[in-house]
């Protein structure tokens, strides 16, 4: 498996070198990996429907428990096969649409990167992993979405996608990473080994499904996250195909169903998938009205759809996923032949506006036949499998736990709408009389119209003969969501009965309402009225608002003054650091442990606050250097009064040396700056002083602290014995610590050979200021 | 004697701090070199402080015969010393080479590294 998932990555990579090549008359021929998927996963069906699981693992980060293991269910082998099956007719189909494009090779690279991101998605079993190929996907979208990169709209469109999705992928690493601390595991088969109880009442369970949802919402365009869906559109059609029908935009639905049987049953998990599913499937439905863009249709009765999967998997009754996992089939194979034939109008018209075109089977007539038995599909008339997917859909409904009644009310109109959506997209075109403007239309080659018929054929062979799907993909979908898989039985003829009334009222009123109400751009208009108080429109103020906020926050935090990065860093050390110690501070230092202080010590202490003083406050730099210089030498005496001979000798020769280069320096200098403000001078004092008596408060803390002298007494034992020498601290220096020293040597050379550069270093006459 | 010395490492701390916190650019490097010695008070007052009792094996003995004062942090305060020294005679002659070139001492009018400003 995991050869599978590589083989896109190896492809994408092999374009880099070999895309001349694949660029002219050979582009079709990279069609040949996904389709090669494809059969590579059919075979995998018998095996699957036994009820059995495909495992492959292997170590990928052991320490952190992170392995690379891919499980094949029921669930992955449905969206494997969708992933590589249309994945096969959209590589096609692309070597048409884009035929010669300049970039051609660079978008098979994009394609076969996400399509080996999705697969590994599907496959992963470490949620980790999951989530790496999650992101992965959301990327290579952000490039297809710009792949016409010269089109401002494209790029706005493909940042948006990538900011909400990207903000989708960081709900779902903080998801799982909370889902591996419930269950100590990241591996999903674990999890689902597992007592549900132990997760669901754990004290973070509502934490990890809020965001898991978060990851879900985004990822399928739900309410209110859907707008960047439409917006994606720019993109071009075979990949709005693909990943923005198919495929990328059900992997938050994959999500849900493979956490459903870990997390789902609970209320806050159903309810909120039925509510959200319901107000986005509603919504959509309703502004898909207002389109006259066949994408703009076609992209809001997709997220329509997406609404109504997360509302069926929330009710979680068998009923429900079996609704769900057969709506899934029924929406790739309509929405895909939707899309590729829009692709085709575009293609060869020049124009995707639905107003202007009709009559268009005169000259596509093959292209009408997949578009006009889709949209049959679409509007769940029989013998299509679109009948079926509607009436699982409201028998399920019928049986909802809470609220059934309106559910079924809010299905019905949104299926209604969704009707007039797919007549829109799928006969509206083709009916009619032919425009003058559009009567040398041609038909594309058969690279192009094939792929959609034969989706649209799929959508009639699934619709008539049921069975065939029935063992091989539905109920092993249902049963790896938990569901009883025995009790499906699929049947294209269910009987006379409340459902079979509800699709008839479905279908006269979808019909009416198609004839009645006809797209037009003054309804457009009329909608986009109401776009200031739209999620996308809100969205967009809070990024102007948050670009706001961050150029404030460069002002006041990086304003490239250094006091104020000291004043910051001290301000938050000091909150930090006094937070911790308040409450642990217990003073009770033992008073046998301190030395007394003798009367010479006193005096030291005194002068060496004196000089402290002194330096701070003198407005001379002389008298301040010098008083600097008093310092270095008291703590010199303390030194030598607490047996730091070296100590001593290293500090007077090296504060003397100091003093001595100050003065040389600086006596050409001007005179002392006093610049800052009175007020300035006291909050810094207050600054230091609280800063200086933490640290006294610390030290004093540690003093109370029992002290580990094992190193050095391991140097003292051993000084003379290993190293032949006397004076410990020398010893350690230059023997048992020899090679820090010697680079300690290497740094003051260095230092001396700044010094002496920028002592010899001679500007020309232009550099300085005059 | 150890109090004493905790409030004297706190007041370098603070002078040190509140140094820095000037503009003026010799108050900066004299700022550096208070918390530089603070710090070296402070590592030593931590490694707890002997009176009288240096860490020099006596004459004709291998081995310490009595207490000795701990030598590994006077074995790390003398690289801080030299190290310092380091970084301050650099940055003395920096600010003699700057204040040459730009002619101020006010690092506010040196934040910008454009020749034009």
């Known amino acids: 498996m995991i050869s599978a998932i590589l083989l896109g990555f190896l492809f994408a990579i092999l374009l880099v070198f070999a895309g001349k090549f694949f660029k002219g008359k050979f582009a079709v021929l990279s069609s040949l990996i996904p389709l090669g998927l494809f059969v590579y996963f059919l075979q995998f069906i018998p095996e699957i429907m036994e009820g059995n699981v495909v495992k492959e693992s292997y170590n990928w980060v052991p320490s952190f428990g992170v392995n690379l293991g891919f499980t094949l269910d029921g669930l992955s082998l449905l969206f494997c096969l969708m992933i590589t099956g249309i994945g096969f007719l959209v590589f096609a189909y692309t070597s048409v649409y884009l035929h010669h494009h300049k970039y051609l090779d660079r978008f098979y690279g994009y394609l076969s990167v996400f399509m080996a991101a999705m697969l590994g998605l599907v496959l992963s079993d470490n949620v980790i992993s999951l989530f790496t190929f999650w992101e992965l996907t959301s990327i290579s979208s952000f490039f297809l979405i710009g792949f016409n990169n010269t089109q401002e709209a494209s790029r706005k469109s493909a940042l948006t996608a990538l900011g909400i999705t990207g903000l989708g992928g960081m709900f779902l690493l903080a998801g799982v990473i909370v889902l591996g601390n419930i269950t100590g595991t990241f591996s999903i088969a674990e999890m689902l080994n597992m007592s549900p109880e132990l997760i669901k009442g754990h004290e973070y369970y509502t934490v990890a499904v809020i965001l898991l949802f978060g990851a879900a919402f985004t990822k399928s365009a739900q309410f209110p996250f859907h707008f960047w869906l439409p917006g994606a559109m720019k993109a071009p059609t075979p990949v709005s195909t693909y990943l923005h029908s198919a495929t990328m935009v059900k992997a938050g639905i994959y999500l849900v169903m493979r956490f459903t049987p870990v997390l789902g049953g609970e209320e806050i998990w159903n309810t909120t998938l039925i509510v959200v599913g319901a107000v986005t499937m509603l919504y959509s439905a309703f502004h898909s009205l207002f389109r006259t863009d066949l994408k703009g249709v076609l992209a809001y009765s997709t997220i329509s759809a997406l609404g109504i999967l997360m509302f069926l998997i929330g009710m979680g009754t068998t009923e429900s996923f079996t609704a769900a996992a057969v709506f899934i089939i029924v929406h790739a194979l309509y929405k895909a032949t939707l899309f590729l034939t829009t692709g085709i109008i575009d293609h060869q018209t020049g124009t995707r506006d639905v107003t202007v075109l009709s009559g268009l089977r005169k000259v596509l007539m093959p292209v009408g036949i997949a578009a006009i038995i889709a949209a049959i599909s679409s509007a769940g008339i029989p013998p299509t499998i679109g009948f079926l997917g509607k009436e699982l859909t409201y028998e399920a409904t019928m049986h909802a736990p809470i609220i059934a009644t309106l559910l079924v009310v809010g299905i019905v109109i949104t299926k209604i709408l969704l009707l007039w959506a797919g007549f829109v997209a799928g006969i509206k075109p083709f009916q009619g009389s032919l425009p003058e403007s559009l009567k040398d239309t041609k038909m594309p080659g058969p690279f192009m119209w094939v792929p959609p018929i034969l989706l649209a054929v799929l959508s009639l062979v699934f619709g008539i003969m049921p069975f065939i799907i029935e063992g091989s993909l539905i109920k092993p979908v249902v049963s790896a969501l938990g569901g009883e898989s025995g009790e499906i039985h699929l049947a294209l003829w269910h009987g006379f009965n409340t459902v079979f009334i509800l699709s008839l009222v479905t279908i006269a009123v979808g019909t009416t309402l198609y004839f009645v109400l006809k797209p037009s751009a003054k309804l457009e208009t009329a909608v986009g009225k109401l776009e200031a108080a739209s999620p996308k429109s809100l969205m967009e103020k809070f990024n102007v608002g948050f670009t706001y906020l961050s150029s404030f926050w460069t002002r006041v935090f990086q304003n490239g003054y250094l006091r104020n990065y000291v004043f910051i860093i001290i301000f938050f050390l000091i909150g930090m650091v006094g937070y911790t110690m308040i409450g642990n501070t217990k003073f009770n230092i033992d008073p046998s442990i301190l030395s007394n202080v003798s009367f010479y010590e006193l005096v030291v202490f005194i002068i060496m606050c004196i000089a402290i003083l002194f330096t701070v406050f003198t407005s001379s730099r002389l008298s301040a250097v010098v008083a600097m210089g008093v310092v270095g030498l008291t703590i010199c005496l303390v030194f030598v009064f607490y047996s730091a001979p070296d100590l001593a000798m290293t500090q007077f020769s090296i504060d003397t040396l100091t003093v001595i280069l100050f003065v040389l320096v600086l006596y050409r200098l001007p005179r002392y700056l006093k610049i800052q403000d009175h007020k300035m001078r006291i909050r810094d004092g207050i600054l230091s002083l609280m800063f200086g008596g933490l640290i006294a408060v610390l030290a004093l803390e540690v003093l109370s602290e029992p002290v580990n002298t094992e190193i050095g007494d391991f140097y003292a034992e051993n000084s003379y014995i290993m190293a032949h020498g006397k004076n410990v601290v020398n010893v350690i220096l230059v023997d048992f610590r020899g090679a820090d020293t010697m680079i300690e040597i290497s740094v003051l050379t260095i230092a001396a050979i700044g010094v002496f550069g920028l002592l010899k270093l001679r500007l020309k006459r232009t550099d300085r200021v005059q | ?117």
């Open chain 2, 1 to 117: 004697m150890e109090i004493l010395l905790a409030i004297l490492v706190g007041l370098l701390y603070a002078s040190g701090i509140y140094m820095i916190l000037r503009r003026s650019l010799v108050k900066l490097i004299i700022g550096i070199i208070l918390l530089g010695n603070g710090a070296n008070l402070l590592i030593f007052l931590l490694g707890r402080i002997t009176k009288g009792l240096p860490p020099i094996i006596p004459e004709n003995s291998k081995v310490f015969l009595e207490a000795y004062a701990d030598p590994v942090p006077q074995a790390l305060i003398l690289t801080a010393i030299v190290i310092s020294f380091g970084l301050q005679s650099f940055a003395i002659i920096l600010v003699k080479r700057a204040h040459k070139v730009v002619r101020t001492d006010d690092l506010d009018e040196m934040n910008a590294t454009d020749e034009d400003s």
